[in-house]
Nanobody, 130 residues
Framework: QVQLVESGGGLVQTGGSLRLSCAAS????????MGWFRQGPGKEREFVAA????????YYTDSVKGRFTIPRDSAKNTLDLEMNSPKRENTAVYYC???????????????????????WGQGTQVTVSS
């Protein structure tokens, strides 16, 4: 089992930058695929980015490619979400999640599906203003 705690949320202006952090404790961090999701007001939870546990391959939703990155520090057991030039529509509660497997075949094709994740943090609010 792994426990996840997000931090770093707050108010950021469009064109600025904000870094969220997900700290994992419990079982070895490298045992899980890791992901970031968000849920805006009145919206369903949606995929933002993910990293595979062994190859450290990254996946991003199209709308954040080139603006967001997910640096990982294995020594500290953290996976951050670096948000550059966020947009107002990026206002949401951001969640960190961990998955033992991505689907039956453990494929990156399933990285974007919330149902594939076994553990979730409590979330951190990000508000983007213009």
């Amino acid at each position: 089992q792994v426990q996840l705690v997000e931090s770093g949320g707050g108010l950021v202006q469009t064109g600025g930058s904000l870094r969220l952090s997900c700290a994992a404790s419990g079982r070895t961090f490298s045992s899980y695929h890791m992901g970031w999701f968000r849920q805006g007001p009145g919206k369903e939870r949606e995929f933002v980015a993910a990293m595979s546990r062994i190859a450290l391959r990254t996946y991003y939703t199209d709308s954040v490619k080139g603006r967001f990155t997910i640096p990982r520090d294995s020594a500290k057991n953290t996976l951050d979400l670096e948000m550059n030039s966020p947009k107002r529509e990026n206002t949401a509660v951001y969640y960190c999640a961990a998955a033992r497997r991505w689907g039956v075949a453990d494929s990156g094709s399933y990285a974007s599906r919330p149902a594939e994740y076994d553990y979730w943090g409590q979330g951190t609010q990000v508000t983007v203003s213009s």
